[in-house]
């Protein structure tokens, strides 16, 4: 018998900010039987990122790596995807130092 998660379970919030967390490029909808982060379903549960499908040509892509199984490189410029992320980032970073500088000491 399950018992429901309850809101208080540290690993309900891991849940979530694997949902909604900074990794959202990545669309867990890939199954490859030779990976072992895609056939244990603790990863999923966890909230860690899994394993993704190529921008290029959908091939399946470790979560712990960034080459798909036909070799083609994810963080590359040509990838929109992570262009739009690395665009995201940078744009996060700027309004960090913002902050730190009406900081006053
Ligand atoms: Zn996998
Ligand atoms: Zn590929």
Do not use: T
């Amino acid at each position: 018998m399950s018992v429901p998660m309850k809101k208080s379970d540290p690993a309900y919030w891991m849940l979530e900010e694997g949902l909604s967390g900074k990794r959202k490029i990545k669309k867990p909808e890939i199954y490859s039987e030779s990976c072992y982060i895609c056939r244990d379903p603790e990863f999923a549960l966890m909230g860690l990122p899994l394993c993704y499908s190529c921008y290029k040509c959908g091939a399946h892509v470790p979560a712990d790596d960034c080459i798909c199984d036909n070799g083609h490189d994810q963080e590359s410029m040509d990838n929109p995807e992570f262009a739009e992320y690395c665009n995201n980032n940078s744009n996060s970073n700027n309004n960090v130092e913002e902050k730190y500088d009406d900081i006053q000491f």
